[in-house]
């Protein structure tokens, strides 16, 4: 599965969500709570591995998770707990 990782806090640029074939990112613009939310995550049960959200990132916050910097590491977890509700 691909995470999204710090650089998303404060920017949220939305442009993964575009280009997501599966749009497994959420929430997008139109969700409730998209205000509200700190940065978007990556259901990891629904990313098929296309990559296509890595380009699409100016901030480059989007990493396969065993890519993952060794400081962001914690937001796969992060990132799965998102979907566990
Ligand atoms: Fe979506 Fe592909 Fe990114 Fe997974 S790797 S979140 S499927 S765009
Ligand atoms: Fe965040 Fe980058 Fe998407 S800033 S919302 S991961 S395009």
Do not use: R
Not at 23 to 35: A, L
Not at 47 to 65: Q, R, S, Y
């Amino acid at each position: 599965t691909y995470v999204i990782a710090e650089p998303c806090i404060g920017t949220k640029d939305v442009s993964c969500t575009e280009v997501c074939p599966v749009d497994c990112i959420h929430p997008t613009q139109d969700e409730p709570g998209f205000d509200q939310a700190t940065m978007l995550f990556i259901d990891p049960e629904e990313c098929i591995d296309c990559d296509a959200c890595v380009e699409a990132c100016p901030v480059d916050a989007i990493f396969p998770e065993d890519l993952l910097p060794e400081q962001w590491v914690d937001y796969a977890q992060k990132n799965a707990e998102y979907f566990q509700n």
